[in-house]
């Protein structure tokens, strides 16, 4: 399987509280700081009901604060394709999209109030082409995610679980860890 366009989005804590005009600060400030190359534009979409919330876009891959499912959470979504093989894939996207979570939620336009939650996590993949939504994809996928998982949560307390049997939907998968869920600490378990 040549696993690419991968999605990780990191579900916000009980306790966090959304402010999409706070997300349009901290989107505007990347833009004004980082590589004009780099990011594009961002669009609000806060509009929508259950919807993309808001979404920074950029070449190389698109970040929002998305309430997909009525979860709101951090959406990481990487759009081109990657070199390696399906364990490196998906080991970068997981650096990555914690990487830019622990930088979103410790933005001083969020005021404190956000906080993602490392022990609720959704893997998908963005292509149906590259990933029929079917417990064989779900099968041939554990083995180069479960290693990963648990070098990040440092042991085996995580479980996985397919988020819909629709066929029609993207695949994905529920991670849920009992281990410490905060972002610093899982990406230094997953950079060592």
Not at 66 to 86: A, Q, S, W
Not at 99 to 108: K, N, V, Y
Not at 128 to 133: D, K
Not at 142 to 148: A, E, K, S
Request: zero cysteines; a negative charge.
């Amino acid at each position: 399987m040549n696993l690419q366009q991968i999605n990780i989005k990191i579900l916000t804590t009980k306790e966090s509280q959304i402010n999409y005009q706070n997300f349009i600060k901290v989107f505007n400030r990347w833009i004004a700081e980082e590589d004009q190359d780099d990011y594009l534009n961002y669009a609000d979409y806060s509009f929508t009901h259950g919807g993309p919330g808001v979404l920074l876009i950029s070449k190389r891959a698109n970040y929002s604060i998305d309430h997909t499912d009525l979860h709101h959470g951090f959406l990481y979504n990487r759009k081109h394709p990657v070199e390696g093989n399906t364990r490196e894939k998906v080991r970068q996207a997981f650096i990555d999209a914690l990487t830019i979570g622990l930088r979103l939620q410790s933005a001083d336009e969020l005021e404190n109030a956000v906080r993602f939650d490392g022990g609720h996590i959704l893997f998908i993949i963005n292509s149906r082409h590259v990933a029929m939504n079917t417990d064989e994809t779900f099968q041939a996928i554990q083995p180069d995610l479960q290693p990963i998982l648990a070098s990040m949560y440092g042991s085996g307390d995580f479980t996985l679980e397919r988020v819909y049997q629709d066929p029609r939907k993207r695949f994905a998968i529920r991670i849920t860890a009992d281990s410490d869920g905060d972002l610093s600490n899982l990406l230094d378990n997953l950079s060592a």
